[in-house]
């Protein structure tokens, strides 16, 4: 089960996955665990804004936009939408900023999911 908290000492969302299950004496454990993609994508993001490819301010506009265009085509508010949100913003930003076409990004993402595909489980993608 996907959950979400919300860390009130950082004042910051946290998607987290929630995995339950019941012990031999009945009680229920409920076992939380952050999914890295989060960090890695919003640490892509920082990194960009920090070497001047765009502002924090442009990286919150194209995230929001993104959201609310995926809340309007009715998508169910989960870490899947907010994922493709984030990819997302990454890419209209990295298009717009840094100077890669739409058919550049659309190429090199096509090389990078067929190398992801054709890697044996555990093993470092290479393109």
């Not at 990194?47 to 959201?67: N, P």
């Not at 190398?115 to 093993?123: E, F, V």
Request: charge should be neutral; aromatic fraction near 8%; charged fraction near 20%.
């Amino acid at each position: 089960m996907l959950d979400a908290k919300h860390d009130s000492t950082e004042n910051n969302y946290c998607p987290i996955a929630t995995t339950r299950y019941h012990n031999m004496y009945g009680g229920v454990i409920v076992r939380r665990v952050f999914i890295p993609w989060q960090a890695q994508a919003l640490a892509l993001a920082h990194t960009m804004v920090q070497a001047g490819h765009f502002t924090a301010t442009a990286w919150a506009k194209a995230l929001g936009a993104a959201l609310k265009k995926a809340e309007a085509q009715g998508a169910s508010d989960t870490l899947e939408t907010y994922y493709t949100a984030v990819v997302s913003a990454l890419e209209k930003l990295s298009e717009e900023h840094v100077g890669i076409s739409t058919q550049e990004r659309v190429r090199r993402r096509a090389d990078w999911e067929a190398a992801y595909h054709r890697t044996p489980h555990g093993m470092p993608v290479e393109l």
